[in-house]
């Protein structure tokens, strides 16, 4: 029994992502065209490079300062991407993932669907423990660098641990009903 569901929600996850192909090809068109989700208000077409968008627009030229933030975003976002294929091979090489895999099962006494949600909270909670140090150089100490932010550290270490149990949330609200 417990093979068919987990049958039933690989097939179910499936489904839910190839849902999104469909939307993607309307917006579109295999004949190159982009379909434009807005209206024409003046009702008239007009011919001039301004109101058609053809007309050059003056681009200052990037500071210093922009060229190495955009260059150390890059890197970061080479250092996510390694992240992204490391992290989960690194779960299942070296047992970690059957290990909270045995501690769900135990704390849920068996049952599957608990044992499913009680997994998810604990990867989940691991990962941010894992991506913590990234996350504040990314989120608060380069913004700060640059001069982009100016929010508190205190707020910022808030909004982290919110948004860690947003996903704990939805999780029990899911798998509840």
Excluded: C
């Excluded at 065209?33 to 077409?45: E, M, W």
């Excluded at 190495?68 to 992290?87: D, K, T």
């Excluded at 910022?156 to 939805?170: H, I, L, N, T």
């Amino acid at each position: 029994m417990i093979e068919v569901k987990r049958v039933v929600f690989g097939l179910a996850a499936i489904a839910g992502f190839g849902g999104a192909i469909p939307s993607a090809r309307a917006a579109f068109p295999d004949d190159g065209q982009v379909v434009s989700p807005l209206p024409d208000f003046a009702g008239k077409a007009s011919t001039s490079p301004e109101a058609t968008g053809d007309a050059p627009v003056m681009v200052p030229a990037p500071s210093e300062k922009a060229l190495r933030y955009r260059r150390g975003g890059n890197a970061i976002w080479a250092v996510e991407e390694i992240l992204s294929i490391a992290l989960p091979l690194l779960l299942l090489f070296t047992g970690l993932s059957a290990w909270l895999r045995s501690l769900a099962g135990q704390l849920a006494r068996g049952r599957f669907y608990p044992t499913l949600a009680i997994y998810f909270v604990l990867l989940s909670l691991l990962l941010f423990l894992i991506e913590l140090p990234l996350s504040y150089y990314i989120g608060f100490a380069r913004e700060h660098a640059y001069g982009l932010s100016t929010q508190h550290f205190s707020k910022w270490a808030s909004d982290q641990v919110k948004g860690s149990m947003e996903f704990s949330k939805k999780l029990r609200s899911v798998m509840s009903s």
